[in-house]
């Protein structure tokens, strides 16, 4: 069973959508901000990391930067899963290393989970 | 230029108070303050100049001040177009976190309700499913109506950010029906392309000139019938939509035409204007934000092109575009 790490501030996001992606069959890693979002990523090295730009204590923009200048954590996929749709931000987060980026109202459950099989495929 | 813009824009006062500043922190009219004030200098200087001609230090000290005076002016307007400047970007700033904020809660909702209706946490009674699509469809529409006011919001403040590709128009058309499809059986609208042969293609912004489309099939589709004359089972019958795409001079023509509801003559003068909505497509639909046709129009403005329509009620509509070939 892959595992994801879901960095989400949302906890009614947490519950419906980890709800949704444990019955797809995954190992859910829950955190609440960005400081214990990159915590768990180094200590449980996930298979990959769904993550929100804006968080608690560390922003998604410098857990990504944090995530892919480490060694340890620089190849986990990240899909970022966030409600910010300008273009300097989808460009932003794909220059620090963010493997898909998706704006979460343009998505059903369905089609963010068939991203992340894509994504784990590849 | 009509003579009623050129008196606005010569009108200091109006144009300060449209940024909400105060007169001594508008640039406007300390540019105003600061020709009148070099012009006076000029005669002054010329005039004491002639006068103390035989003393040079004062002429000296005269000409001193001036400048201090004049630098002092500058720094006053650059730090108002700095507050400017400020305000802008608080305001691209404040519409970013906002979208966020308001649309995280609704996605929360949507996605919530698609779990429920999907019955993997437990069986639905038909009853039960009802009331959650009702849900679930004003969810939808709060994030549409969110979505179209960003979208008119970055037009106005963001009038150059567009991203331009070379596409084919046809093709966008053709993916955008096939979607479609589906919501326009809902409405037992038929749907027909024509397009001529080897058509050129565009240069413009590939996601904007979607977005164009999409809101004018979608408009062909929603107000073909009046309200609860939707039927699925083909009883209504030869509501028909017919698309074009042409070639006119160096322009790409694009129509869409319906034979649906029609706009009274009357309000067709504000059919592009934001909010507006007309009293047939309140009739037919309840829902829509009237944003909708004002995207279309400064879109197709922004990327070059012109946009109109006639119609006659309860005949149809026929809206087109051209856009240029690159």
Redesign the interface.
């Known amino acids: 069973m892959k595992t994801i790490l879901f960095i989400e501030d ?1 906890s ?2 947490q519950r ?2 980890g ?2 992606l444990r ?1 797809a069959n995954y190992d859910i890693i829950s955190a609440l901000d960005g400081e214990v979002g990159l915590k768990l990523a180094k200590e449980k090295k996930p298979d990959l990391i769904l993550l929100d730009l ?1 968080l608690p204590k560390i922003n998604g923009f410098d857990v990504l930067k944090n995530l892919k200048e480490d060694g340890e954590t620089k190849n986990i996929p990240v899909i970022v899963l ?6 300097e ?1 989808v460009n932003k987060a794909i220059e620090l290393g963010a493997t898909t980026y998706l704006v ?2 343009k998505y ?2 369905e089609e963010v989970v068939k991203k992340i099989e894509k994504v784990l495929r590849e | 230029m009509k003579f009623k813009e050129v008196y606005q824009q010569l009108n200091i006062f109006s144009q300060c108070k449209r940024y909400g500043l105060p007169l001594w922190q508008c640039p406007q009219f300390l540019f105003v303050v600061m020709g009148i004030f070099t012009i006076a200098t000029i005669f002054t200087s010329y005039a004491l100049g002639a006068k103390y001609v035989s003393d040079p230090q004062i002429v000296i000290l005269i000409v001193f001040l001036i400048t201090a005076i004049l630098f002092i002016i500058s720094f006053i307007i650059t730090q108002s177009f700095e507050r400017l400047a400020e305000a802008s970007r608080m305001k691209s700033e404040f519409i970013r976190i906002i979208s966020h904020q308001l649309r995280s809660p609704l996605t929360n909702l949507r996605w919530a309700v698609d779990l429920l209706v999907s019955g993997d946490l437990g069986k639905i009674e038909e009853k039960q499913l009802e009331f959650f699509k009702i849900l679930k469809e004003n969810g939808s529409r709060m994030e549409e109506l969110i979505s179209n006011l960003l979208i008119v919001s970055r037009m106005e403040t963001e009038k150059t950010t567009s991203k331009k590709t070379e596409f084919s128009l046809e093709n966008l058309v053709r993916e955008l029906i096939s979607k479609a499809r589906a919501f326009a059986m809902s409405y037992n609208v038929e749907i027909k392309v024509e397009t001529a042969r080897n058509l050129p293609t565009l240069f413009g912004d590939l996601s904007q000139i979607e977005l164009v489309v999409e809101n004018l099939l979608d408009n062909a589709i929603k107000y073909i019938h009046p309200v609860g004359d939707i039927v699925s089972n083909g009883a209504k019958g030869n509501s028909e939509i017919k698309i074009s795409i042409l070639k006119k001079d160096k322009n790409i023509y694009f129509e869409i035409k319906d034979n649906g509801l029609g706009i009274p003559k009357e309000e067709q003068k504000y059919i592009f204007q934001k909010f507006f909505r007309s009293e047939n497509a309140r009739r037919a639909q309840t829902q829509g934000s009237g944003l909708g046709l004002f995207i279309c129009k400064s879109t197709i403005e922004n990327n070059g092109g012109k946009i109109g329509f006639k119609s006659e009620e309860n005949k149809g509509s026929t809206f087109w575009f051209t856009l240029p070939i690159k």
């Open positions: 949302e009614s996001l419906t959508f709800e949704f019955k804006v966030t409600n910010l749709e300008g273009i931000d979460k109202v059903s459950q």
